[in-house]
Structures are given as C-alpha cells and as structure tokens.
C-alpha cells in the first residue's frame, strides 16, 4: 500500500516552522504497520496545493493533506481539492451547528468567515474536530482518473493545528483506515526507552547479542534526544510475533535498570506513575532547571496527587528565604554547589512536607560560567526518607536542551530512587 | 527561479527523526532572497532517490539533495544521481587526501568504506566539508533533459550530518548560487505577532484595509498557535520596498495594542527585555500552569535579572503556607476563584518582595470540573504597585494547551501592564 503525505504552508516553505507533522503522522502509520512512501511540502497556494494532490493521487493508495482548512484567506485546501476532483463543496448542517457551539462554548462572537470550516466536498466522509472549528474530510476516488488502470485511492484533509490534527486522526482516521484498507502485512514492533546511557553505548551493549535475529529479519532503529535513546524493534512477516519479543527480552536483559519506559511513555509519567502507586509526595526546588521540572511533571493528568509545590528559586535570596539554604554554605560553596543542593532539597522536603524533594541548581549559560564550573555544570539532589543523594552532571547545551538534560536527569535520579535501585 | 529541495533518509519516512533540514535550509534561501517551492521527503533507497530527483529536475533550476554522502550500505545519493545523469564517477585524488588528512588527525585509523566518498561524478564541482569526510557536489545539467524546452539546471548534493551541511551550505553554496544565477528579484516580508486576538478576528480587522495593497501585490499569512497568531506580510518585485512598510503601518494601527513582537521574538521575551529595561523584578505563583510560565520565562538568557522566584503550589496547604492566602478565602470561592489569583499575587508579591507577581488558579482538566466552573476555566492576576488586576478567561483545551494558552493571557496581562495599557 503507497502512502504519501502532502503537507501544505508557506510558512514551511519559508523556514518559519518544524514539519512536525511530517514526524508525527510518519511515526504514526509505522506504528500502524504502514510505512509512508513520500512526503512533499508545498506553500498555500491553489495551485501548488493541487498539483502537489494530483501527483500524489496519481501513485497512491492514500494522500493525507494537512493544513488549509481554516477560516483565512490562505486556507486553500478544501476548495483546491474539491476543484481537482470536480466534486461540488455543499454546507454541512450539524458541522455548523459544531462551530456555532464551539463559539458559544467560550462566549465568542463567530466571525461570519468561519462557517467557510462547514463546506464538504460531495460524498466526502466528515471526521469530527473536538477541539476545533474545521472538521477532517475523508473522500473515495473511485475510479482515480489519475492513476494508471483506474484504481482506486483514498484522499484525506486533516487541520493543520497539532492540537487538533493529532486526536483527530488517532479518534477518527486510524479506524477508517482500519475499515477501508486490508490489514498491514504481519508487523510487530516495540519501542523501549533508556536513560542515562548514550545512543552508541547503547548500541555497543545490545547489537552484538541481536545479531542472530537481525540476520532473520528484526530491525533496530534508534532515535535520541537529550538524556533519552529510544530503541525501536520490529519486523514484518510470519515470524515477527517471535522476533520481537525476543529482541525486547535480550535488550532488556542488557540495558536494565537504563530502561525505563516503553512505548510513548514519558519519564514524567513514570515518575507521577509511580509515587501515585506508592501514595507517595512530591516538593521541587529549582534554581537552574527554572520550573522545568514542575512543567514536566504537572503535564501529566493527576500530577496534583503527587506534586505538593515546587519552588522555582533563581536569586540567591529566594534560596535563603524560601528554602532554608544557609548563608554560610552559599558564601563557603557558591550557588552551584553540591552543598547548596543538598541544603535545596532538604529545605523543600521539610518545608513543604513531602516524601521526597529534587532540586538542582547550575549554569545553563550562555554566561555564568567559570574556569572551575564551566557553562553545562549541575548538582541535582534528591532528599527523602532515607537520607540526601546528590549527584554532579556536565551539560554543555544551550539553554533549552540543557534544562531539558537537567530535569531528565533529576526526574532519572528520582525514579532510581523510588525503585530502589541506589544511584543512578 | 524553481528551488526544490528533496531530503532522504528512511528515518524521515519511519518519524524518528523532525526534518529540521527542511527548515534550515528553507530560511537559509528565504534570507537569500530565493524561495523554495517543493519539498520532498523519500526513503535512502536507489528507485526513491532517483525517481524524486528526476521529478525535481523536471521542474526546477536548481535541486538541492541532502544525505545519503557517508560510507554506509545506505548511502545511495552519489550513486543513484550519477547514474540518473549518466556521469561516470571518478575517484578525486584532493578529497581522497583530505578523508585521509581527516582520520590522521583524530589519530583513528582509515575504515577502506570511507574511500567512496571520494568518488565525484564527471564534470561535478566539489565543495569542501571540513567537519566531515564527504564533500558536497555541484553539478550542472546542461542541457537538462529531463526540463522542456532543454534549460540547464543546478543539481546540488549535501551531506545529513547538520553540523556538517551548515557550514558548507553558508561557506560554498550561497557563494555558488551568487555567481551561477541572477540576483533574485527583489524581496521584502515582515512578520508581526499578535496576542488575545483571534485568527478570523485578526482577518477581519487587516484585510479590508489591507486590500489595495494586496491587488498591488502583497501577501498575507497567517499561521496561529494558542493564544498567539503570527501575520506575515510580504511582496516581491520593484514594487515590495514599498508594499511592506505601508501593510506594516496599517496593520499595526489596526491591532495596536495587541502586537507584541515582530520577527521570531517570543512574548517570553519581550516582558524579559521590558522588565531588564526597566530594572523591574518578577515572582511567579502558579497553580494551574504548574511552573509552564516560570519554564518559559527562564528559557530567555538573562531571566535571572529579573525572576526573583516562581511558586508552583499545587495543594491547598502550599497556597496557604508559602503565599498566606488566607483559609476563609478559600473555603469561601474555592481555590479556583478570582479571591485566591488576586490572594496569590499578592502574597508572592509581598512575599518575595517583587516589582509584579502573576498568579493563575485553574482547571486544567481532564478532571475537576464543574457546571459553575467546568474544565478550562482560569483566573489570573496581577499585582503590582498599582493594586492588583485580575481576568478569567475560558480554555477548554488538552492539558498542555491549557499550559501554554494561560502562560501566554498570563505574560500578556504583564506585558500590557508595564507598558501601561490597563487591562487586557
């Protein structure tokens, strides 16, 4: 099955934005166990936008667009395509009756340019938008006058806001697909996430050992971000519901304790996961992750069972004041210091009452740094019931990916803890 | 001028990797003056890479390829293209010393794979990659069969690793572009960024006004984010020196107060460079946003001048204990009330002893709600030395949108405050 996507923007075009959609619906599908053939970007003009659709229809199977389905003057895309298919674009009733309820929802007056949002091509499929006005469209080609030997193929119209583009096709285009396509061939496939080890080190510790199920078909891919190495196994055919398994009990075995989630899990969610398991609290100190951490944490749903307060403490004052750090320590050690963390994370815990307290406090640069603590220094220290645990990492980033570093390697610490395993 | 660009690498069709490329190279050429019309992504295989460049060639003067240079079995864009053009490949004596050059110098030994990379098609220009081992190539097809009417074109390979292709591309390609093509026409684009406006309502005030000078030739786009719509005006020709300043002055007049930036400068940073600019502090008291506006706020370098502390009190008890709001408040309008975001202001105002302190109480849901205040309903404050202000706003959305929405109407409210608006 061909699959091609066809992602619409000027602001694409113009390098004012990340193709995240391109990632996020290609990682999709090949969860799904389709792979994507092409991907193409155009600006939004008609005629860019049905050229780009006309190519695509004349290989594919399926065409996903996204974008151009608001309410603006450049939103060509529902008018570009229902032109290209000579399909006639008629309101839709209860899509109107969707948006009028979405201003109503929120006390807004709805702009008259909106109810353009409730036009559907003739005989195209409406996929619901929960979270915004322009609904998902769906249409059978059928014949494809654009393909060789008359096929057929499907065309889909997603928004191009993430917020809604992503619920709306795990809501509503992963069971079409489901529906109107044959099954995938045999895919199996599994994630595993690791910490605290790198993308090489990784590689080095697990490859060897797969080599006798690489040679029968599994493959490995790796994708890693600051502080996190994901590890995908899959394969295709009749023995891919054995190669896989297999592959995930060998790496397991050789990364451990580094592994720390599968699947899309985040580390926060595993650390929210399991204090809430444990009917266990939280507090946060934060000098240099700067509220990293609690913004982390409190993006996951029923992080108020567990998180009591964080503090984000960036003067040495609010160090004092806030947190109990001595005077004496700050003036002996600096702010970054193992001392000062130690005194972060305790004062949190015994102020705020939790049974557990992270702090860290470091250089995110881009200055600050010196011979001794270069720019990338950090002391994180977690205090709990059983005593005070601290550690010293280097991260040398800039000042995004180091807080982003930082909190993975705090929250890493916290989870080390929580399971027991001493030390990261 | 027809610019496409076509990435490759199955990493991109699996979604493991953003195709930050795309967007790199996108603004490196829009900076230039050159537009890119098409991006197109296909796997590492030798049928895709042709094919999506026989494609591209079909169309374009100039196609810039990326990936698919290195040593390994996946590496097949030298290869696929040489064939496409059938220009024999010649071993070139300089690069092949400058991969030995490169190993000698890390004092690793010289893998005999790497020796491909000095394979460069006949009649190829070689463009040096001193962060790496395989050059770029700049070939010209001349005449191009593959275009009608046999107009030559550029074909452009560059290396993936980012690091490498960056400085290549500024050091050799720009200074090729310039010498082998006209100086494009002349081109001129603004972005303006607005705030606590709508997309269609932003439409609605702009284009009317704004209609001359669309039939003269300007463009208008728009790409919205929550709580954030960015509007881009731009023009081409003898013509956009002129077009772009008027458009800027009419749209800037017709949204006044709700334009906060120009460029890519983020609200974030704007209040950071008001409050340095001012000498003014800030304290944080979050709830609801759970530290997302302290996180945004200390992404900015030099944050630390102006962020005393932020307080992320998530129970009742630290809203009580660390910003004295006071237990009948809250057993009077619950902690979602206008009573505990104006308590909290001015608690961690008082406090911390800050010029201003934002404070936001909310339902970020998907939990908590309640037909008085349902999921999505937020109270911010402000306090300040004038008193404290306070809005509630509505935003019923997942729960990072929540985050950022009420991290931006929050930054907002301070924003309009300093520069003495009252109220949003």
Redesign the interface.
């Known amino acids: 099955m061909v699959i091609e996507l066809v992602t619409t923007?000027?602001?694409?075009?113009?390098?004012?934005?990340?193709?995240?959609h391109?990632?996020?619906?290609?990682?999709?599908?090949?969860r799904a166990g389709w792979?994507?053939?092409?991907?193409?970007?155009?600006?939004?003009t008609a005629a860019?936008i049905a050229g780009?659709a006309r190519?695509a229809l004349s290989r594919a199977d399926l065409v996903i667009t996204t974008g151009g389905l608001?309410?603006?003057?450049?939103d060509l895309t529902r008018d570009s395509i229902a032109r290209l298919l000579g399909k006639p674009l008629r309101q839709d009733a209860r899509v109107l009756e969707h948006i009028r309820g979405f201003f109503a929802?929120?006390?807004?007056p709805m702009?008259e340019?909106?109810k353009l949002q409730a036009l559907v091509p003739e005989g195209a499929k409406v996929l619901p938008n929960p979270?915004g006005t322009a609904p998902g469209l769906a249409i059978e080609v059928k014949p494809n006058p654009l393909r060789r030997g008359g096929a057929s193929s499907w065309l889909i119209m997603l928004p191009g806001?993430p917020?809604e583009l992503r619920?709306l096709f795990t809501d509503s285009v992963l069971p079409l697909l489901a529906e109107v396509f044959p099954p995938p061939a045999h895919h199996s496939s599994v994630t595993l996430r690791a910490t605290g080890v790198g993308e090489s080190l990784v590689q080095e510790k697990i490859e060897r050992a797969l080599r006798a199920l690489t040679a029968a078909g599994l493959e490995i891919?790796?994708?890693s971000r600051p502080g996190q190495v994901?590890i995908?196994l899959s394969a295709r055919g009749p023995n891919a519901a054995n190669l896989v398994p297999q592959a995930e009990t060998i790496t397991r075995a050789r990364l451990d304790k580094d592994i720390y989630a599968s699947g899309d899990e985040e580390l926060e969610s595993v650390v929210v996961r399991l204090l809430t398991e444990r009917k266990q609290t939280l507090a946060?100190a934060?000098s240099c992750?700067?509220?990293?951490?609690?913004?982390r944490?409190?993006?996951v749903?029923?992080?108020?069972l567990v998180?009591?307060?964080?503090?984000?403490?960036?003067?040495n004052?609010?160090k004092l004041?806030?947190l109990g750090v001595r005077p004496e320590t700050l003036a002996a050690h600096g702010a970054v210091s193992e001392a000062v963390a130690r005194e972060m994370a305790e004062g949190a815990r015994a102020?705020?009452?939790a049974d557990y307290a992270l702090a860290a406090t470091g250089i995110?640069?881009?200055?600050g740094g010196s011979p001794a603590k270069p720019v990338g220094t950090v002391f994180i220290a977690l205090a709990s019931g059983r005593g005070t645990v601290a550690l010293r990492q280097m991260n040398p980033l800039d000042?995004?990916s180091f807080?982003q570093l930082t909190s993975q390697q705090a929250l890493d610490l916290l989870r080390r803890e929580i399971l027991g395993y001493h030390g990261p």
């Open positions: 923007g000027t602001e694409l075009m113009l390098g004012n934005v990340l193709n995240t391109q990632q996020w619906l290609c990682a999709q599908l090949t792979t994507v053939a092409r991907q193409v970007s155009v600006a939004d860019e780009a190519e608001g309410p603006t003057s450049d929802a929120r006390s807004r702009p340019s909106t979270r806001p917020r619920p891919g790796y994708c994901d995908r946060l934060e992750t700067g509220g990293c951490i609690a913004h944490i409190t993006n749903p029923g992080a108020s998180l009591l307060a964080g503090l984000v403490t960036y003067s004052d609010a004041s806030l102020r705020i009452g995110a640069g881009p200055a000042r995004e807080k």
